[in-house]
């Protein structure tokens, strides 16, 4: 347990990040699925355009290594360019 202030500062800070991280990826995994989940093509472009905008913005913040970021993006492109 924490003694001194700024390590009780350090721990707070680390809580709210990691809480607000979470709601971040939480929201990256319900884009990929709605793309996933598409089976209209011009439906699927539009959900993959808003996808790879928000996992960009995850690489670039740090929430995701930007190979898991790039490696997503591929994964989803791939799909709706099969449709």
Do not use: C, P, W, Y
Not at 51 to 78: C, E, P, W, Y
């Amino acid at each position: 347990m924490a003694r001194n202030k700024s390590a009780i500062k350090r721990t707070r800070q680390n809580e709210k990040r990691n809480e607000h991280n979470t709601n971040r990826r939480s929201r990256m995994k319900t884009l990929i699925k709605k793309v996933f989940s598409s089976t209209d093509k011009a439906q699927a472009e539009t959900d993959l355009k808003e996808a790879i905008s928000f996992i960009d913005r995850m690489s670039v913040k740090g929430v995701v290594h930007k190979n898991t970021a790039a490696r997503k993006k591929a994964q989803l492109t791939k799909f709706v360019n099969n449709l």
